[in-house]
């Protein structure tokens, strides 16, 4: 379909001809009926046009109007039909929408994760490995990859076309989106929320590469970092700012360990829990961590006290992310120490 169409963009990922075949269907119907009514309106306004002299025409409120009066003879089944077909395309367009935005809005499980942080006016990636773009973003082809999102100051939206992805990017929380590249190139993202004066050159290039050379590219780039994966930036940065004399990992520092914190049911001082599941509720334990931060006595797990002071506007997006990569490096060691014998 894609040459046939030479005004839609590339389709370079796995979900680019689902969304343009339904793009397609929807602006078939919608062209179809704008037509025929249109059509028939012009239609029916000559064919039935009044083409006596006006002198001869009777005024126009002495004309008795068959509408107004009910609908006459017209049959319950002509009532039943135009109900129906109606009906049942509207369905189709919701059933087949709605599918479609339940498989762009679930990353796959096991998708690669990055980073990505919109700030007036860029564009900041940072892969697991450490390896940080500005506008740019290197991925390899044919793997699921999630992005997971923050902002730093307004709303952003980040719009790959050529991937038929576009997901906001709001201050104060997470959002995601996910795609699986089908071609390698170079393709063009841009910010499609109005964040202020740049906004239109809040731009940049996605490219999509074979995984070897991404494996080199990322290789390259983990070199000239001094080799830091993002958990490792979070654990300096959670010596830095001294959360690990608190945090201690025995559980007998004044605020709860956070080894293997992920898999982990945690009870709350309110009597409630949050599970910290790595694949069920990921978001969940994304967001728990981050308020845990931020707002450190909105969630206090029992047998502690609300002591932590809030981090709030001490940390910048990215700092938030390598401290929650941390974290969750200390999630996986636990649970993959727990698998053994
Ligand atoms: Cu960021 Cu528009």
Not at 63 to 83: K, Q, R, S
């Amino acid at each position: 379909m894609g040459k046939l169409l030479f005004f839609i963009p590339d389709q370079a990922s796995s979900v680019a001809s689902d969304v343009d075949l339904f793009f397609l269907f929807m602006v078939l119907v919608s062209g179809f009926f704008s037509l025929l009514i249109a059509g028939l309106i012009v239609y029916f306004a000559i064919r039935y046009r009044d083409s006596r002299p006006e002198e001869t025409r009777r005024p126009a409120d002495d004309i008795e109007d068959p509408a107004t009066h009910g609908h006459g003879e017209a049959p319950i089944v002509l009532e039943v039909v135009w109900t129906a077909i109606p009906f049942a395309i509207t369905m189709v367009m919701f059933t087949w929408g709605t599918s479609l935005f339940f498989t762009l809005s679930r990353p796959p499980a096991g998708a690669m994760q990055i980073y990505a942080v919109g700030k007036q006016w860029m564009w900041k990636f940072q892969h697991p490995e450490g390896v940080r773009e500005i506008n740019e973003l290197h991925v390899p082809l044919g793997q699921n990859v999630k992005v997971t999102m923050g902002s730093e100051d307004v709303i952003h939206s980040l719009f790959v076309p050529a991937f038929r992805v576009k997901q906001d990017v709001v201050p104060g929380r997470f959002t995601q989106l996910w795609f699986k590249a089908t071609r390698t190139g170079t393709f063009h993202l841009f910010c499609a929320e109005y964040c202020g004066t740049q906004h239109s050159g809040m731009i940049g290039w996605v490219t999509v590469m074979e995984p070897n050379e991404y494996e080199d590219w990322l290789a390259g780039g983990g070199a000239a970092r001094g080799g830091q994966t993002l958990a490792q930036m979070g654990e300096r940065l959670f010596n830095e700012r001294a959360c690990n004399t608190c945090h201690l990992p025995n559980g007998e520092g004044r605020g709860p360990s956070l080894v293997g914190l992920l898999g982990k049911t945690v009870k709350l001082e309110s009597g409630a829990s949050v599970v910290a599941d790595e694949t069920y509720v990921r978001e969940s334990i994304l967001k728990y961590i981050r308020e845990s931060i931020l707002n450190p006595a909105a969630k206090i797990v029992a047998g502690y006290a609300p002591q932590m002071p809030t981090f709030q506007g001490q940390l910048t997006e990215e700092q938030l992310l390598e401290l929650i990569a941390y974290v969750h490096s200390l999630g996986q060691t636990a649970a993959a120490e727990g698998k053994k014998p």
